[in-house]
């Protein structure tokens, strides 16, 4: 199993980025996926998740209505566009996939991590 995060970089107070992650080893499809986040300092936080064959999203209070997930199964591919981007949601940004279909399940597999920068 294989995740490779890109797309991070400096941006200003209210630009977009787009992340994504690719993976190899294993059928995207049928796990689920999330991405997290960790600031200096801080804890990794839940981002948002979708769960296998994408059927549901879900999102963290702090980003809800600002970033969306999504998969592309052809690419083998997870994706985090954010937008309206805050000084707050600077930190490094990693993916994980989940054991089963569901987020609620254990994640052991992380990507690198991608930093994304966002000034004010």
């Known amino acids: 199993v294989q995740l490779v995060e890109s797309g991070g970089g400096l941006v200003q107070h209210g630009g977009s980025l787009r992340l994504s992650c690719a993976t190899s080893g294993f059928t995207l499809s049928r796990y689920a996926m999330s ?3 960790q600031a200096p300092g801080k804890e990794r936080e839940l981002v948002a998740s979708i769960s296998a064959y994408g059927e549901r999203t ?3 209070d702090y980003v809800k209505g600002r970033f969306i997930i999504s998969s592309d199964n052809a690419k083998n591919t997870v994706f985090l566009q954010m937008n309206s981007l805050k000084p707050e949601d600077t930190a490094v940004y990693y993916c994980g ?3 089963e279909t569901m987020w609620t399940s254990a ?3 992380w990507g690198q991590g991608t930093q994304v920068t966002v000034s004010s």
């Open 107 to 109: 994640i052991y597999y």
């Open 58 to 60: 879900t999102y963290a």
């Open 97 to 99: 996939k989940h054991v």
């Open 35 to 37: 991405w997290y986040r």
